[in-house]
């Protein structure tokens, strides 16, 4: 079948993923997979920005890159690798940087909102790191980029760099990356109020045991206006309901929003059908987590592998690239 274009992604090491990761991100990789060409990046250099240790970073790789792949990335066909190892990614960042305004960088809210939360830590690659990001998307010639809406600003800027580049240069070396708007839902962590996330410890984790995953559902909040089990709820504000409706079948989902706004059924029965659907849910990739689990050795096999492909198209952008710079 021929695709439709290649799609690049790249998400920082974070280690074991989440609902929030799976339903914001990983589920729509897989899903790409049938028509596009993809390439999926893990970006430890961009992790380098923030992190206070580097000692996790190796396992949190092979964690994310285990989950990735237990969800259903197929590396036979997707190139799945980590960022610095193609190192001419760091190459091709150092040139953009000389095609881009400070000022810009500087300007944009994403830095102005990291300079907020990394206060006493504001590094140059800090302020790069949306050229990083513009160098990891053109130099595998990506076609499209899929993003939520919060993250246009920095596609419209690879764009503008994209562009200046072309235009100092006089060339058609790089490609100007599209917009793929994917309507990315916003999961709620298990307090029901903030976003799901590691750093709230708000998150439940799709490699959890059943009991563990449980225990996290029991915890969650639902809807806040409910005091006791005789009072009516309201699905509509329900962080639970909204979970429901992803992971139970139809006909329960329908059964529970008409029980729950009569007190037909209380927030602990809610919570344990949820419980039992979610793992029901997440069996089939507990089983292929632990089976590719077995050899950590295949997993960085697979990353490698991945990563001599990203090295050949890179290579080709680069040597564009190069010659349209006129580097001796
Ligand atoms: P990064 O900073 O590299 O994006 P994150 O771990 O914050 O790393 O996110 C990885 C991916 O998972 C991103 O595409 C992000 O949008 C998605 N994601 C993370 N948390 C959530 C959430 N609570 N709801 C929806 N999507 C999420």
């Given at each position: 079948m021929t695709?439709?274009?290649?799609?690049?992604?790249?998400?920082?090491?974070?280690?074991r993923q989440h609902l929030g990761n799976y339903l914001g991100a990983i589920k729509n990789y897989v899903a790409l997979q049938d028509n596009y060409d993809c390439v999926y990046c893990i970006v430890d250099l961009h992790a380098l920005t923030t992190v206070e240790?580097?000692?996790?970073?190796?396992?949190?790789?092979?964690?994310?890159?285990?989950?990735?792949?237990?969800?259903?990335?197929?590396?036979?066909?997707?190139?799945?690798?980590?960022?610095?190892?193609?190192p001419q990614v760091t190459e091709l960042h150092t040139i953009l940087s000389m095609v881009t305004p400070l000022g810009k960088l500087t300007d944009l809210p994403t830095f102005k909102e990291k300079v907020r939360q990394n206060e006493g830590n504001i590094n140059y690659?800090?302020?790069g790191y949306p050229v990083l990001m513009t160098a990891d998307i053109v130099l595998y010639r990506s076609d499209v980029v899929p993003v939520g809406i919060d993250q246009a600003p920095h596609i419209e800027f690879a764009r503008e760099i994209v562009r200046s580049f072309n235009y100092r240069f006089q060339t058609k070396a790089l490609l100007e990356p599209q917009m793929k708007n994917t309507e990315i839902p916003k999961v709620l962590g298990i307090d029901g109020k903030e976003k799901m996330g590691k750093s709230l410890n708000n998150h439940i984790e799709l490699?959890?045991?059943?009991?563990?995953?449980?225990?996290?559902?029991?915890?969650?909040?639902?809807?806040?206006?409910?005091?006791?089990?005789?009072?009516?709820?309201?699905?509509?504000?329900?962080?639970?309901?909204s979970m429901h409706k992803i992971f139970t079948p139809a006909e329960d989902v329908e059964m529970i929003n008409r029980e729950c706004r009569v007190a037909?059924?209380?927030?602990?029965?809610?919570?344990?059908?949820f419980a039992e659907n979610l793992n029901k849910s997440l069996d089939p990739f507990r089983t292929r987590r632990a089976e590719i689990g077995k050899n950590p050795e295949d997993v960085w096999d697979i990353l490698h592998e991945g990563a001599k492909r990203a090295r050949v198209i890179a290579e080709k952008t680069m040597q564009d690239v190069r010659a349209a710079v006129q580097l001796p």
């Open positions: 695709k439709k274009g290649r799609v690049f992604s790249g998400a920082r090491p974070t280690g240790t580097t000692a996790d970073l190796k396992q949190n790789t092979y964690e994310m890159a285990l989950d990735w792949l237990a969800a259903g990335i197929r590396p036979e066909e997707t190139t799945l690798f980590v960022q610095s190892h193609v690659g800090l302020v490699a959890a045991t059943p009991d563990e995953t449980r225990l996290r559902v029991m915890q969650m909040v639902t809807d806040p206006q409910r005091m006791k089990r005789t009072d009516p709820g309201n699905p509509d504000i329900c962080n639970v309901f037909g059924i209380g927030c602990v029965d809610c919570k344990k059908r």
